[in-house]
């Protein structure tokens, strides 16, 4: 990183000591084809650029083309068994907690069963990195810390995270852990400040976690020509005015955007193309500064800093 570029594109760490990951992280949940060649195709060129982290859940596979919970485990689970040396070159991440129609059950019993079944549509015997997908509101913390602390004294699971919690409810759940939480989830994007604002990265900064922003790209809406899906079109004018000063697209512009807070979030791509891949690592070369990320926020948010 030269002086004055926020852009942070070295490797982060899960946890104090932890396994090292990449800036950028491959996304499955759209790993919806069944093409087993294809899907190992795809993981090994996330792997190739460095996107070690592999980040899935149990219930992807009920949208997006998939054939119903847990598909997408299922097919990344067929992706290693015929090619076995791609789990030794991943951090594996899933998450458990969703359970439709419910929608979340985070109960001693309801998690563990979650976790055992991911494993076995994995077809692996431990989960490097497993969180909680969204907060079960009537699951007590104490209750779901003794499921995680559990899971990681049985050897299933590695560390343990969350994913779309709050702070508070993060620290109330730190509290009855032994195991810490190495990891936190938001949605984070230039069209999507809430972790920017209501204090889930600052509660990063305080705890060491790492910030894994899903839909850096707004799921496809910073990539409308247009003001499309409520981006304003002045985000998109900065974006594409900074893009062309870089000689990049609009889209690792934005990757870059997500890299530039200095909690060195890992920035989860969702592509399910592999040439895209490779595009989307332009974005380890883009140099924003503070000038440009608030002219970023400032866009996005439609009003001038105080």
């Not at 002086?3 to 992280?25: D, H, K, M, W």
């Not at 979650?114 to 494993?119: G, N, R």
């Not at 989307?280 to 440009?292: H, S």
Request: glycine residues 12%.
């Amino acid at each position: 990183m030269s002086a004055g570029n926020l852009v942070l594109t070295g490797s982060r760490r899960l946890g104090p000591g932890g396994v090292e990951i990449g800036p950028l992280a491959l996304g499955l949940w759209r790993f919806t084809g069944t093409d087993v060649g294809q899907n190992a195709a795809l993981v090994e060129a996330g792997l190739e650029l460095g996107m070690n982290l592999v980040d899935i859940a149990d219930v992807y596979g009920l949208d997006w083309g998939g054939t119903g919970f847990g598909s997408c485990e299922e097919n990344l689970g067929a992706v290693l068994r015929a090619r076995p040396d791609l789990r030794d070159r991943m951090v594996l991440a899933t998450k458990g907690g969703i359970v439709p129609p419910v929608p979340y059950d985070s109960s001693a019993a309801a998690l563990r069963a979650a976790c055992e079944a991911s494993l076995a549509r994995l077809g692996t015997e431990r989960i490097d990195l497993y969180q909680v997908h969204r907060p079960d509101m009537f699951t007590h913390p104490a209750e779901l810390a003794g499921t995680l602390d559990g899971l990681i004294a049985d050897g299933l699971v590695g560390t343990v995270g969350v994913s779309n919690y709050t702070p508070a409810q993060t620290r109330a759940l730190a509290a009855h852990l032994d195991a810490p939480l190495v990891s936190t989830q938001p949605e984070y994007s230039a069209a999507c400040l809430d972790a920017l604002r209501d204090g889930t990265l600052d509660l990063c900064s305080e705890t060491g976690m790492l910030p894994l922003a899903w839909s850096p790209l707004a799921g496809g809406r910073l990539l409308a020509p247009r003001s499309d899906g409520g981006v304003r079109p002045e985000l998109l004018a900065t974006l594409d005015r900074l893009a062309e000063r870089e000689g990049v697209d609009r889209a690792a512009v934005c990757v870059a955007f997500v890299l530039a807070h200095p909690t060195a979030p890992v920035a989860i791509v969702g592509t399910q193309q592999p040439e895209r891949l490779e595009s989307l690592q332009a974005a380890l070369g883009v140099q924003l500064d503070r000038n440009d990320v608030y002219d970023i926020v400032e866009a996005s948010e439609g009003v001038p800093l105080p």
